[in-house]
C-alpha cells in the first residue's frame, strides 16, 4: 500500500510499505478515504520528536470497512466509520472511566500510558495516510456513520480528533451558558474550540491568533478576532469583558507557541491565558506539551518546564484541566450534532489532496502559508 513516510525532519515520501492486515480476531482493516493531516503531525514532521524515520503518519482517519477479524461482533464489512486517534481497549480501569486517551493495554510501554496511530511514543501502530489501516479492538474504536458518511467525509473526518480535541479543551475550562470564553490559537483544534463553546451556549468567544485566514474563519462562526501581532491580547480580553477577565479559556497552542516575531516561548499562552481569565475561572489546555524538547529555545523548555505565573493562578484560585482528549467520550455525540446539521466542522478545510501531494502539503502547513488551514488528504483521489 501507498503511505506518507516520515524520512527526517521536513521530509515526508509517498511511497510503498507492508499492507495493513488483520493481525488478531478482534482487529478492523479499513479502507481509508480521508485522513487529515493535523498540528500534532508537524512536531514530529520537523524533528521535535523521536518519531522513527520508515514509519508513516495519520491518527484523523475515515474510510470503509474492508475486512474483520473472527472476534468482531458489531463493525460489518461496507461500514463506514470514524476512528479516534486514542487506540485503547475498551476493558482497563482507564477506558472503563472514559479516559481512553490513556489506555493501559494499548500502550506497550508498562510505565505509560495512551496510544495512537502513526504517533511518536505512543506504540508501534501504523498511521491512515495510507491506503489501508488495521483498527485494533475493532468493536471499540470503530465509530459507524449513517448514509451521508461518504458525501459529507470533510465533516466527518473531524470527529477523529480534533472536533472532539477542542470540546474537551471546552469541557476542561467547564464552559457554560451565557460565558465569556477566550481562546488561544485559531488553528484547527482553537478553531473547533470555537465552535464547541458555542454549541456550549458561550455568550461571547474570543480567540487570539495573528494569522488572516485563520481569524477569518474565526469571525466566521462569530467568534471575536484579536490580532496579538497588533494589540496586547491580555489587555483586549480585558476589554471586552468589563475589566474582570473572561469565565474561562482555552489552550490550543502548545509548547511551541511562540511571539509575533517568531521567538519561541513555550510559557507565552499558558501564561496570557492565567492573566486573560478571571478570579475563579477555568482553564482547559489540549495544546500539545511534551516532558523534553531537544530542539527548544531555552533551557527550562528543554526540560519539559515552564516558567509558569503560579503565583497569580493560585491567587485567582483558578484551575486548569490538561491532557490529550479522551475521543470516545464525545464522538457519539457530536456525530449526531453533524447528522442533524447542528455542527459543519468542514468548515475549516482549505484544501483536499491526494495522497501523492502529501510533501507539499506538509511543507505548506508548516510554513503556515496563507490559505492552508486544513488539509484532508484522499488515498483514492486521482494525483494532480
Not at 25 to 53: K, Q, W
Not at 221 to 233: E, L, N
Request: net charge negative; charged share 20%; hydrophobic share 40%.
Amino acid at each position: 500500500m501507498r503511505a506518507v513516510v516520515y524520512e527526517g525532519p521536513r521530509q515526508v515520501s509517498v511511497r510503498d510499505v507492508p499492507d495493513a492486515r488483520i493481525e488478531r480476531p478482534t482487529d478492523v482493516l479499513v479502507r481509508i478515504t480521508s485522513a487529515n493531516i493535523c498540528g500534532s503531525d508537524l512536531h514530529m514532521y520537523e524533528g521535535r520528536t523521536d518519531f522513527e524515520a520508515g514509519r508513516w503518519f495519520g491518527h484523523e482517519n475515515l474510510g470503509q470497512v474492508v475486512e474483520i477479524g473472527a472476534g468482531i461482533d458489531k463493525i460489518r464489512v461496507g461500514d463506514w466509520v470514524v476512528l479516534p486517534f486514542n487506540i485503547s481497549c475498551g476493558h482497563c480501569k482507564n477506558c472503563e472511566r472514559q479516559l481512553t486517551n490513556y489506555c493501559l493495554t494499548a500502550q506497550p510501554e508498562p510505565t505509560m500510558a495512551g496510544a495512537a496511530y502513526g504517533f511518536a511514543d505512543m506504540g508501534p501502530y501504523g498511521g491512515g495516510q495510507a491506503e489501508l489501516l488495521r483498527v485494533p479492538w475493532g468493536d471499540f474504536n470503530c465509530l459507524r456513520l449513517g448514509e451521508d458518511a461518504e458525501q459529507r467525509q470533510t465533516d466527518y473526518v473531524m470527529l477523529a480528533d480534533i472536533f472532539p480535541t477542542g470540546y474537551h479543551a471546552t469541557e476542561l475550562a467547564g464552559v457554560q451558558p451565557g460565558d465569556q470564553t477566550v481562546i488561544y490559537g485559531a488553528g484547527p483544534v482553537g478553531l473547533m474550540a470555537a465552535l464547541s463553546a458555542t454549541i456550549r451556549g458561550a455568550s461571547k468567544v474570543m480567540i487570539v491568533d495573528r494569522h488572516p485566514d485563520r481569524l477569518r474563519l474565526a469571525e466566521s462562526i462569530g467568534a471575536i478576532a484579536i490580532d496579538d501581532s497588533k494589540v496586547d491580547p491580555v489587555q483586549a480580553v480585558l476589554d471586552h469583558t468589563m475589566g474582570l477577565g473572561a469565565d474561562n479559556g482555552c489552550e490550543c497552542v502548545g509548547y511551541q507557541a511562540h511571539e509575533p516575531s517568531g521567538r519561541e516561548q513555550a510559557n507565552l499562552t499558558m501564561n496570557r491565558l492565567v492573566a486573560s481569565v478571571r478570579f475563579t475561572g477555568k482553564i482547559g489546555n489540549v495544546g500539545v506539551f511534551v516532558p523534553q524538547d531537544p530542539g527548544a529555545s531555552d533551557e527550562l523548555a528543554k526540560q519539559g518546564k515552564l516558567a509558569f505565573d503560579y503565583g497569580m493562578f493560585w491567587f485567582k484560585g483558578q484551575h486548569i484541566g490538561s491532557g490529550q482528549a479522551p475521543v470516545k467520550k464525545y464522538n457519539r455525540q457530536l456525530r449526531d450534532l453533524i447528522a442533524a446539521g447542528k455542527a459543519e466542522p468542514s468548515f475549516i478545510v482549505s484544501h483536499e489532496l491526494p495522497l501523492d501531494r502529501a510533501p507539499e502539503a506538509y511543507e505548506h502547513f508548516d510554513n503556515r502559508d496563507d490559505g492552508w488551514t486544513k488539509v484532508v488528504l484522499h488515498p483514492a483521489m486521482a494525483g494532480a
